[in-house]
């Protein structure tokens, strides 16, 4: 899918949703979603990632632990006090618990989103091998285009 931009420099796209995660990634995504899509609303969503309480096993996977619902609170109050420092005027927020990778496509999907915007991180190999990449993996789920931004070194 292409989207025409005019000489002024918008796009066709109105609804920009942006991961945020807090990393160097993600405020390189936030700053370039500014910078390249003013007229757009902009919706910033975080997903605290529930899987905090479980272990990675030895086979690539996760071991399942019991939820501990007051680690998962402090997370997310943490993660919304964070957030909230993020927003500027005008823009939008979301705070998820769950699964990254569909709480960003939910949220999109849900808010009518036309553009994903998310910052992507250098892994190592061994990482991205078991776990793969959160961008990688929204860009081959998700209906709407995706922009992957990664933070300048």
């Known amino acids: 899918m292409t989207q025409s931009t005019d000489l002024h420099g918008t796009s066709g796209f109105q609804r920009v949703l942006v991961g945020v995660d807090f990393?160097?990634?993600s405020a390189a995504a936030?700053?370039?979603?500014?910078?390249?899509f003013p007229g757009a609303t902009?919706?910033?969503?975080?997903?605290?990632?529930?899987?905090?309480t479980a272990a990675p096993d030895l086979m690539g996977g996760v071991t399942p632990a019991l939820p501990d619902p007051t680690l998962l609170h402090t997370l997310e109050s943490a993660d919304g006090q964070r957030?909230?420092?993020?927003?500027?005027?005008?823009?939008?927020?979301?705070?998820?618990?769950?699964d990254?990778?569909?709480?960003?496509?939910?949220?999109?999907?849900?808010?009518g989103?036309?553009?994903?915007v998310v910052g992507t991180h250098a892994?190592?190999?061994?990482?991205?091998?078991?776990?793969?990449?959160?961008?990688?993996?929204?860009?081959?789920?998700?209906?709407?285009?995706?922009?992957?931004?990664?933070?300048?070194?």
Request: proline residues 4%; positive net charge; without cysteine.
């Open 83 to 98: 957030l909230t420092r993020e927003v500027q005027a005008g823009e939008e927020q979301e705070l998820m618990v769950g």
């Open 23 to 25: 990393s160097a990634s």
């Open 123 to 153: 892994q190592g190999a061994l990482e991205h091998f078991f776990v793969g990449s959160t961008a990688e993996k929204i860009v081959a789920r998700s209906p709407v285009p995706v922009l992957t931004v990664r933070a300048a070194r």
């Open 42 to 52: 902009r919706r910033l969503v975080h997903v605290t990632d529930a899987r905090v």
């Open 113 to 116: 989103a036309d553009l994903i």
């Open 30 to 36: 936030l700053a370039l979603a500014r910078a390249r």
């Open 100 to 111: 990254p990778v569909t709480g960003l496509l939910d949220a999109a999907r849900e808010w």
